[in-house]
């Protein structure tokens, strides 16, 4: 069975900071790794996925299949950044399987 | 984008009543839904994966007879939980990932359950 694991339940930084939010996962096959975030009082939404590699609000993640680890980043963190974020793992390259969340990590960033 | 709408948002019953919630795929047709449940300061925890037209698949722990799922159409799942008891009072959430490829899952707002 998968597992994910996001090691910080709150993580402060000041406006400016960098900021990086870590998710580990175990997982025997090949999978699709998210972050999730949910903005105060807002559903969750998806923020990036590994497959695509892209750069949303200035977050990156990189799988690394070594570490299994898809730590999130951001090297200038903005105010409108806090939320909670949540790293989530999909078995298989199939939409129709569910996914696996971690525990989640409240951002606060403080100006 | 995609959007999935939960219905309500907020419910507050007695104890040993049931109450149904449910989750609508407004634009796209979903074959599959999944419900996860959460509890405060945790994470989510998928319950069940519903399925149009046919029977829900339920994750261990989770009691089929309680939480009823009912995916009657491509758009529609509800989850009913019956005879609530006060340990029912979560924060329960679908998603729905339309079909052809798509990747991207798609989350409804929630619904706050509080049994008394």
């Known amino acids: 069975a998968q597992r994910v694991t996001q090691p910080e339940k709150l993580l402060s930084v000041f406006k400016g900071a960098p900021v990086e939010l870590k998710c580990n996962y175990s997982?025997?096959?090949?999978?699709?790794l998210f972050w999730y975030v949910q903005y105060s009082r807002q559903r969750l939404q998806l923020l990036l996925r590994h497959i695509s590699r892209e750069s949303i609000k200035g977050f990156t993640a990189d799988l690394n299949k070594g570490e299994t680890s898809f730590h999130l980043k951001k090297p200038f963190a903005q105010e409108e950044d806090s939320a909670m974020y949540y790293c989530?793992?999909?078995?298989?390259?199939?939409?129709?399987?569910?996914?696996?969340f971690g525990g989640g990590t409240r951002l606060m960033v403080k100006p | 984008g995609a959007v999935v709408s939960q219905h309500p948002s907020r419910v507050i019953c007695k104890s040993g009543t049931s109450v149904k919630i449910e989750c609508r795929s407004l634009d796209f047709q979903a074959t599959t839904m999944f419900w996860y449940r959460q509890f405060p300061k945790q994470s989510l925890m998928l319950m069940a994966t519903?399925?149009?037209?046919?029977?829900?698949?339920?994750e261990q722990g989770v009691e089929k007879d309680k939480f009823l799922i009912n995916h009657a159409s491509l758009t529609l799942s509800t989850l009913t939980v019956t005879s609530a008891h006060p340990e029912d009072s979560s924060f329960y959430i679908c998603?729905?990932?339309?079909?052809?490829?798509?990747?991207?899952?798609?989350f409804g707002q929630g619904t706050r359950l509080t049994v008394v």
């Open positions: 997982y025997s096959g090949s999978p699709e």
């Open positions: 998603s729905a990932t339309p079909p052809a490829g798509a990747v991207e899952a798609f």
């Open positions: 519903s399925n149009e037209g046919s029977k829900a698949t339920y």
């Open positions: 989530a793992l999909r078995p298989g390259n199939n939409a129709g399987n569910m996914l696996t």
